[in-house]
Structure formats: C-alpha cells, structure tokens
C-alpha cells in the first residue's frame, strides 16, 4: 500500500512521466495492433512521447500528456459517433 508520506516524496517530474506513461499505453497499442499510417504519424508521435519521458523538462511532459489525452478524446468521439 503506498502511504501518503512515500507519495508526498514524488517529484513533480515523476509525477509529469507516470501521467505520460499512462497515455502512452494507447497509441503503442494503437499502432501495434492497426499499423500506422502511411505517414508514419503514430510512429513519430510514439518516437516523441518516448524522447519526452526520457527527459527532464516536465513543461515538455506535461504538453504531450495534454495532447495525448485531447487526441485519445478526439479519436474515441470519432469512433462512438461514425462507426458506433
């Protein structure tokens, strides 16, 4: 069980990451399982979000978990609404 005083120890660029890791998991899977396109967009991006958690600039981090959610949001609004 984590205590509240391990959580209060997090750094807040460890904190930035597991929010990145946690929306990375999608488009990994994405990619894997449908292929990307012929751009190689999800490949890019997956290239991106890696270079961004291996980092330290949490400001960095924190705009691509932001992106990742909006896009994430965006694709399943698609889905429910055209193929639904």
Not at 26 to 46: A, C, E, H, Q, R
Not at 59 to 74: E, P, V
Request: aromatic content about 10%; hydrophobic content about 40%; overall charge positive.
């Amino acid at each position: 069980m984590i205590t509240a005083e391990y959580s209060k120890r997090r750094t807040l660029l460890y904190q930035a990451r597991m929010q990145l890791l946690q929306q990375l998991a999608t488009p990994t899977l994405n990619v894997k399982t449908f292929g990307d396109d012929d751009l190689g967009t999800g490949t890019s991006l997956i290239a991106a979000e890696k270079a961004a958690f291996a980092g330290t600039d949490r400001t960095a981090i924190l705009n691509i978990t932001q992106y990742l959610k909006h896009s994430i949001r965006l694709a399943t609004n698609y889905y429910n609404y055209h193929l639904a």
